[in-house]
């Protein structure tokens, strides 16, 4: 008779334990803001990066409870990892920057402080120094006792600090602001500057140039040396 009220405590308490499970995206590719997880997203990831460079994935957390997400990078002779962890909320435009282009996105920006109280997606970003040590790094992510294992394939390759010819994407800043609630009267310029600030030192640490430039004219085009 004793066992009874311990097997119902018992069982009370394991139905009590929240649920989390932990996935990761094998590409950069962003997946939709809403419906279902991509097939592809899995509990192990590959990611093949230089030295001097910085790339990312995403990873899918589902959780009933709130739970700390945390990275454990390696020690490394040289060169060692920095990883990040963005959240990614959803955030919804009135029309879309194409014909037929979603109006709710993901937008990976905002910094994971504390812990994550409701499913959703993540970016982890990955920025390997220069020089480094080349070779295969595990960055295993854990979060409520699941578990995935990022692998950083770290080539025998340094970038440049500064790519000679930029990658130009352009960068609404406007439309930034509007999407994240700072576009009323009411917004201080300091807190759209401050988040536009985030916006271009993303792109940067990604080799893309934020903001247009121009070439100024080099004269006929048989006397320019590109080397």
Not at 113 to 126: A, E, Q, R
Not at 144 to 169: E, F, H, K, S
Not at 176 to 187: I, K, Q
Request: hydrophobic share 40%; charged share 15%; with cysteine.
């Amino acid at each position: 008779m004793k066992l009874i009220p311990l097997l119902a405590a018992f069982l009370i308490s394991c139905n009590s334990q929240a649920a989390t499970t932990l996935r990761v995206s094998p590409t950069a590719e962003k997946p939709p803001a809403t419906g279902a997880v991509p097939a592809s997203f899995s509990q192990a990831a590959t990611i093949t990066i230089a030295q001097g460079e910085s790339r990312g994935l995403w990873l899918r957390v589902d959780t009933d409870a709130c739970v700390g997400v945390q990275a454990s990078v390696p020690a490394t002779p040289a060169g060692q990892p920095v990883v990040e962890l963005l959240r990614a909320p959803v955030y919804t435009t009135t029309s879309g920057s194409y014909q037929g282009a979603p109006l709710q996105n993901l937008d990976p920006l905002p910094p994971l402080v504390g812990d994550l109280c409701s499913s959703g997606y993540l970016w982890v970003d990955f920025r390997v120094p220069s020089p480094a040590t080349p070779g295969d790094r595990l960055v295993p992510i854990t979060a409520g006792g699941a578990r995935v294992d990022i692998t950083l394939r770290v080539l025998n390759l340094q970038l440049p600090a500064r790519p000679r010819y930029p990658m130009y994407m352009e960068l609404q800043f406007a439309q930034v602001s509007r999407a994240h609630g700072l576009a009323d009267e009411g917004t201080t310029l300091a807190a759209r500057g401050a988040l536009n600030a985030l916006y271009r030192a993303f792109y940067r640490r990604h080799r893309i140039e934020p903001i247009k430039q121009y070439l100024s004219d080099p004269g006929p085009l048989s006397s320019v040396d590109l080397d």
